[in-house]
């Protein structure tokens, strides 16, 4: 833990100052100690990394073990293509034109809090940019021990720093931060409208939220998604990536069956659309989500399905409640790209 993240660091539960009291250091990092606040709770430092994090409700429990899981104790889903894809899907997404321009923008910017960084993965590769030049802060913080793996990833980068902390309790003072990305995360924590306040509190006026969060689907493939995870709840993490193989050979299989169909008109009781359909598209779409990227691996095609089932908090949510909820966090949105797997969106603190 450098030393300047303590200016901005408070206790998540009463939002007071800190006290660094440490056992120690290496040049200008602390190594280990605590942080001390003035009602007598006591926050550990470990590894340079200052843990906040303390889980009561059991569905984040299990949504953080998943996780930890997935980027701790996994090493799918980074071979250079799976990154790329990654990359590519953010840039266009969230309306930029290059990763360069990704980058060329958070480097103007003063502080940006990755929240809920997991391994690093959403920042990392415009982080990597030569047009990052670390005048601006950059802090990953993670519920999970996952933020170990981004500091492993990332610490050798200019001006990065690391936090293991909740989303919904988070350890900094009130307007800390200029720029907030969070990308799929607030929608596995109890819950995504308080996520998106909580992330508002620590943006500064003028700073910029960008964040993306799943989108309610048809009916059937609603009833299926919550059935599949409700059915995987109990199992071990790895007998669950086990079943989530079984789902990855039907995808193949369909997508490999390279068969389009005609939807002759809306079936709005379902929630399809008309028009000419690949049929594992159709199905993934509307009935059960069986994914398949031929450009992938077929672990890492395991890792996406993995991804969507095993978590127990995967909230889906409509436009006009993510609208919503920006307005009442009292973020202007100025971009909000709509797909059918969800919303990206850049909101401007008031």
């Known amino acids: 833990m450098k030393q ?5 660091l408070v206790d998540p539960v009463t939002k007071a100052p800190l006290v660094m009291d440490a056992d120690s250091q290496s040049d200008s990092e602390i190594i280990s100690g605590r942080l001390l606040a003035k009602n007598g709770t006591i926050y550990p430092v470990s590894d340079g990394i200052p843990r906040f994090a303390h889980i009561d409700d059991e569905g984040q429990r299990e949504t953080s073990n998943a996780f930890e899981y997935l980027w701790k104790d996994r090493d799918t889903f980074s071979s250079e293509i799976a990154q790329k894809t990654y990359s590519t899907w953010l840039v266009e997404n969230f309306g930029f034109s290059s990763e360069k321009d990704r980058a060329t923008y958070f480097a103007e910017k003063t502080r940006i809090l990755d929240l809920g960084c997991g391994r690093g993965y959403a920042s990392s590769s415009w982080l990597r940019d030569t047009a990052w030049n670390g005048r601006a802060m950059w802090v990953g913080m993670d519920i999970t021990q996952a933020v170990d793996v981004a500091k492993g990833n990332l610490e050798h980068l200019p001006n990065t720093h690391f936090v293991q902390g909740d989303a919904l309790a988070i350890p900094f003072r009130d307007g800390s931060f200029d720029a907030i990305i969070s990308q799929g995360v607030l929608h596995h924590t109890p819950s995504t409208r308080l996520a998106i306040l909580s992330g508002s509190r620590v943006l500064s006026s003028g700073g910029e939220f960008h964040f993306y969060v799943y989108r309610k689907k048809g009916p059937i493939r609603e009833f299926a998604d919550d059935y599949i995870r409700e059915q995987i709840a109990a199992l071990s993490d790895e007998a669950a990536w086990d ?17 389009d169909i005609l939807v002759e008109e809306d079936i709005p009781l379902l929630g399809i659309q008309a028009g000419s359909q690949n049929v594992q598209r159709l199905i993934y779409w509307n009935f059960a989500k069986l994914y398949w990227n031929e450009a992938l691996t077929f672990e890492e095609n395991t890792h996406v399905n993995f991804d969507w089932y095993r978590p127990r908090y995967a909230h889906r949510q409509t436009a006009e409640e993510v609208r919503q909820w920006c307005e009442e966090a009292d973020l202007s949105v100025q971009w909000f790209h709509e797909q059918e797997s969800g919303f990206s969106v850049r909101a401007i603190k008031r």
């Open 4 to 8: 300047q993240l303590l200016s901005i």
């Open 243 to 259: 079943v989530m193989r079984s789902l990855t050979h039907l995808g193949k299989s369909l997508w490999e069956a390279k068969a």
